[in-house]
């Protein structure tokens, strides 16, 4: 089956403990992309890549790093998580510049 | 990339068309229309996508304006189950930038 997987689902972490949020996808598609949905404000992009090897920052990258080392694979990391990165974390990815998103199922993240 | 603006909230009685409207007046010309949904706090979901011309799929109908500054999103008989966040991005086909700006979305109400 298609689909966009992330891990972990849900997590709750304190201020300034390093996690990774992993976003795997089998289609071999080659953009994949990082958004946040707080309520109010939307679904707001935080890096997106276009290949291997190959990032950019969205609307709202400060305080994230990504990497994209392996086609299928498109890990976020926050290097010291703060408060005001709680949100709904989802992953995305399409075949190219013009397909389709193809969405995960969504990591809600709480930091303490 | 060109933004979209939306009204922030829509109601439609169940069984008739719900019809979404999109502004995007600064669209360039190598730039499409995409409308996605976002049930509860689910992946948000493709529905339909155009350049100038309509669209129709099994979900639903995109009519663009022939100016290209507006379109609709037609749900020709709405269920409750169409309840739901919608929306409206614009995306360039082909290789560069791919910064998305989904904004925040018409919430659709379908009422029994």
């Known amino acids: 089956e298609a689909q966009v997987t992330q891990n972990p689902r849900y997590l709750i972490t304190v201020t300034g403990k390093k996690l990774t949020v992993t976003c795997s996808q089998n289609m071999n598609h080659e953009y994949m992309s990082w958004y946040r949905q707080d309520p109010g404000l939307g679904l707001r992009q935080i890096y997106y890549s276009m290949n291997v090897e190959v990032t950019d920052k969205g609307d709202v990258p400060e305080g994230y790093k990504v990497s994209r080392k392996e086609k299928r694979n498109f890990p976020l990391i926050l290097e010291s998580p703060s408060p005001n990165q709680t949100s709904l974390y989802f992953c995305?990815?399409?075949?190219?510049?013009?397909?389709?998103?193809?969405f995960g199922e969504g990591s809600r993240l709480t930091v303490l | 990339d060109a933004k979209t603006t939306q009204p922030t909230s829509m109601d439609c009685a169940e069984g008739r068309a719900a019809n979404l409207p999109c502004n995007h007046s600064?669209?360039?010309?190598?730039?499409?229309v995409y409308w996605y949904r976002q049930i509860h706090s689910q992946g948000p979901q493709y529905i339909i996508h155009?350049?100038?011309n309509n669209e129709t799929n099994e979900m639903a109908s995109l009519i663009i304006t022939e100016d290209r500054k507006s379109s609709t999103l037609i749900l020709p008989h709405a269920t409750l189950r169409d309840t739901a966040v919608y929306y409206c991005i614009v995306r360039r086909r082909f290789q560069g930038a791919q910064k998305l700006v989904f904004g925040q979305g018409t919430r659709l109400t379908i009422n029994p």
């Open positions: 155009g350049l100038k």
């Open positions: 995305a990815s399409s075949l190219d510049w013009t397909g389709e998103l193809f």
């Open positions: 600064t669209i360039s010309g190598n730039e499409y």
